[in-house]
C-alpha cells in the first residue's frame, strides 16, 4: 500500500505461498510455496526457480554471501542453496532425535539463527552452515521458539508458539570485532 491508500499486487500466482523474504543484496524477493522457492525482481518478473528439493518452505532468509536458506518442516532440515539457486547442503541440527526448524534469520556477521521448536532452542550456525552452538535454550526461558529476528541495534527478537509476549534478547556485543552472545539482560513485548 502506498502513502496515498493505493495498492499494488505485485504478481499472482495460482500455488499457496508459504514464505517471503525480501533480499538485502540485490533487491529481489525469494518467495516459497509449497514444494518449491521462487526468485522474482521488485516488478514481479520471475528470475529463477531454485533447485532446492524443498517440500514444505516455512522461514527463509539469505546470508551475506548470497546463500539462501530455507527452513522446511516436511524435510525436518534448513535447506541452503548458493545464489544462482544451486542446492548446496542440508543443516538437520545437533543429533536431536528430532530437529523441528521454523524461523531462520542472519546477523551482521553472516551468521544464520534458526528456531528448532521441538526442542526449544536456537542453534548459531557460520554462513557455511557449520554448528556453533545453542544460542538459547529453555536455560534462557525459551519454549517452543517459532520465529525471530535480528534488528540493526544487535537485538534479537525471539516469539514462541504458545505465548503472546516476544523475548527480546541483546545478541552482538559492540566491540571492535563484535562477539556472538546473548547478554543476560532480556525483556517482553
Not at 544487535?154 to 505465548?163: A, C, F, K, M, T
Amino acid at each position: 500500500m502506498t502513502l496515498d491508500g493505493t495498492i499494488t499486487t505485485l504478481f499472482e500466482q495460482s500455488r499457496r505461498l508459504t514464505c517471503i523474504h525480501s533480499s538485502r543484496i540485490d533487491g529481489d524477493i525469494l518467495v516459497g510455496y509449497i514444494s518449491g522457492v521462487v526468485k522474482f525482481d521488485w516488478t514481479g518478473v520471475q528470475r529463477m526457480k531454485l533447485k532446492c528439493g524443498t517440500c514444505y518452505p516455512t522461514y527463509i532468509t539469505e546470508n551475506k554471501n548470497g546463500d539462501i536458506w530455507v527452513s522446511d518442516i516436511e524435510r525436518e532440515a534448513v535447506v541452503v542453496m548458493d545464489k544462482s539457486g544451486q542446492h548446496r547442503f542440508y543443516y538437520r541440527g545437533q543429533h536431536q532425535s528430532y530437529f523441528d526448524p521454523h524461523g531462520i534469520c542472519t546477523d551482521i556477521l553472516g551468521q544464520v539463527l534458526v528456531c528448532d521448536v521441538s526442542n526449544s532452542s536456537v542453534h548459531l550456525l557460520d554462513q557455511d552452515g557449520q554448528f556453533l552452538r545453542l544460542l538459547l535454550t529453555e536455560e534462557h526461558g525459551l519454549r517452543h521458539p517459532t520465529a525471530l529476528c535480528v534488528d540493526d541495534k544487535h537485538n534479537l527478537y525471539v516469539g514462541q508458539e504458545d505465548s503472546p509476549t516476544i523475548k527480546v534478547f541483546k545478541f552482538l556485543h559492540e566491540t571492535d570485532d563484535l562477539k556472538s552472545s546473548i547478554v543476560e539482560s532480556k525483556r517482553e513485548l
